[in-house]
């Protein structure tokens, strides 16, 4: 209680002993009363803990409010993220469970000839088999180890699939397995634009490459003075997804050719320069702050796919800016990315290993970031989506500028899509599926533009070491949210109470002291 509080006590005290000297016993208590009052409303008067008590949660039955709870206490692994976001934040009381979880992480989405990979990591240390499967039960890829496993597989075919994949102990005993859903979609044509100042083995070999792969290509070759081999794009290309020079065409560009080529990749497209032929280490200096050095005529680089170092090459694997690995120095520029390919001879491995050549020019592709442009892309669920419980589907893209709706046939709904403030450049809209497989989704956009995806939904028994774990993580995420209460909390009483009783008491002794 505050100095007021005192002061109010006090008068309090003296107006009681007043009408005690004149034996009014009812004036006394009412007097009293009002003091007591007064102190309560001017004395911020305070009591130790917290308003409220305490709740043990339930896993099978949320609470849908927690109005007059002070904390929670909970034993188990908890709720899932879409419960806890519904429920205010309370200091809660709670222990990691001991139990063992899994977590997987695989792609939901593909394109067409890129590898499929599976990884499961433990919370133990065992030897373990991880097996993937076809719909049929076929297995078609096998990984063993005692801690981290990795399988991967090459889809034939685009599709939606919905493959199985079980972890098995020592034994041969299953420990967990369930469905891991895939879509394998086939890739957009890729637009790239190249120009290349000599001709070679290796530009044919990634002609060929790229061909196959059904890119749209703009290529020109110099063949000698005057002479130029040249090859246009089926379709317009407006704003290629990826520019390929090699160095001997760049270094002997005049300035104001190099300067658009560096003004494109600014404002966003992806640059990759061949640099085996290079002969100017002044050039790249200048124009994009990259260093070169003499290399050992018989020096290679890599040791999957061993290829000839081109004759000058950064000397380290940081140079400035640029940061390299394995023959590719890459750097941000502005909006855009380069990247520099330190190596030739490729077509080498063409014949012998055409799979493994192909698989090393889309890592290369992959490091220099080169994506081909989508109105809309769809981001993967956070947890695993169950019958019953909430889902937000959420997309990205330019298609959501201008809103739309997002419709879902099998639910027979159709929603517009909200912004959340969590989700950068994201819409998303929620749903409670009825039953497990499959989930259609369709977004239509104000210009007519229309996309389709697929959202696949676990039954309650599927991967149960791995949704203890999505449980776990939630958990301790909501937990983090309101820390426990520190030792010796107070907690002030409400003044208003106070003040009517004070006003009632006075309006008492106003009323005994008129009759």
């Not at 995420?477 to 309101?482: K, Q």
């Amino acid at each position: 209680m505050n100095t007021l509080g005192m002061l109010a006590l006090a008068i309090g005290i003296l107006s009681a002993l007043a009408y005690a000297v004149r034996r009014r016993w009812i004036d006394l208590l009412l007097a009293a009363l009002a003091g007591l009052a007064l102190a309560g409303a001017v004395g911020n008067v305070t009591l130790p803990g917290d308003a409220g008590g305490t709740l043990a949660l339930s896993v099978a039955k949320p609470p849908a409010s927690l109005d007059g709870v002070r904390a929670l206490t909970l034993d188990g692994d908890g709720l899932r993220a879409a419960e806890w976001d519904d429920l205010p934040a309370r200091p809660l009381a709670w222990t990691v469970p001991a139990t063992p979880v899994i977590r997987l992480d695989f792609p939901c989405t593909i394109a067409l000839g890129r590898i499929f990979t599976l990884t499961l990591d433990r919370s133990w240390q065992a030897p373990g088999r991880l097996q993937l499967l076809a719909e049929n039960d076929e297995v078609l890829a096998e990984s063993k180890g005692e801690g981290p496993l990795s399988v991967q597989w090459l889809p034939p075919l685009a599709e939606r699939l919905v493959l199985k994949a079980r972890l098995l102990d020592a034994a041969g005993k299953v420990v967990d397995q369930g469905p891991v859903p895939v879509t394998v979609a086939e890739p957009s044509p890729l637009q790239v634009r190249g120009r290349f100042g000599a001709p070679s083995f290796d530009l044919r070999t990634l002609d060929d490459l790229l061909a196959a792969s059904n890119a749209v290509i703009d290529w020109q070759v110099e063949l000698g003075k005057n002479l130029r081999r040249s090859e246009s794009a089926r379709a317009e290309m407006r704003a290629p997804d990826l520019d390929i020079v090699d160095a001997a065409w760049f270094e002997r560009a005049g300035e104001p050719a190099r300067a658009a080529l560096l003004a494109r990749v600014a404002e966003g497209a992806p640059l990759l320069v061949l640099g085996a032929n290079a002969g100017d280490p002044g050039v790249w200096s200048r124009s994009v702050g990259l260093h070169l050095a003499p290399q050992p005529a018989d020096k290679t680089i890599g040791a999957r796919l061993p290829m000839a170092s081109g004759g000058l090459n950064p000397a380290q694997a940081r140079s400035g800016e640029w940061l390299g690995a394995d023959g590719l120095w890459t750097r941000d520029w502005r909006k855009g990315r380069i990247a520099w390919l330190g190596v030739g001879g490729w077509h080498r491995h063409a014949i012998e290993e055409p799979r493994a050549l192909a698989l090393w020019w889309q890592e290369v592709l992959d490091r220099l970031r080169v994506r081909h442009g989508e109105d809309l892309a769809w981001l993967d669920p956070e947890e695993l989506p169950l019958p019953g419980q909430r889902l937000e589907v959420c997309a990205r893209g330019e298609a959501l500028a201008k809103g739309g709706n997002a419709g879902f046939p099998g639910l027979a709904l159709t929603l517009p899509w909200q912004r959340r403030p969590e989700r950068v450049d994201a819409a998303c809209v929620a749903v409670w599926p009825k039953r497990a497989g499959w989930l259609d989704v369709r977004s239509q956009s104000p210009a007519g533009r229309a996309a389709d995806a697929a959202v696949y939904v676990y039954a309650d028994g599927d991967w149960a070491l791995w949704q203890r774990a999505q449980r776990r993580e939630a958990t301790a995420r909501y937990a983090a949210r309101t820390p426990a209460p520190a030792a010796g909390a107070v907690r002030s009483l409400p003044a208003w109470p106070f003040g009517l009783v004070f006003a009632l008491a006075m309006l008492g002794l106003w009323w005994r002291e008129r009759r």
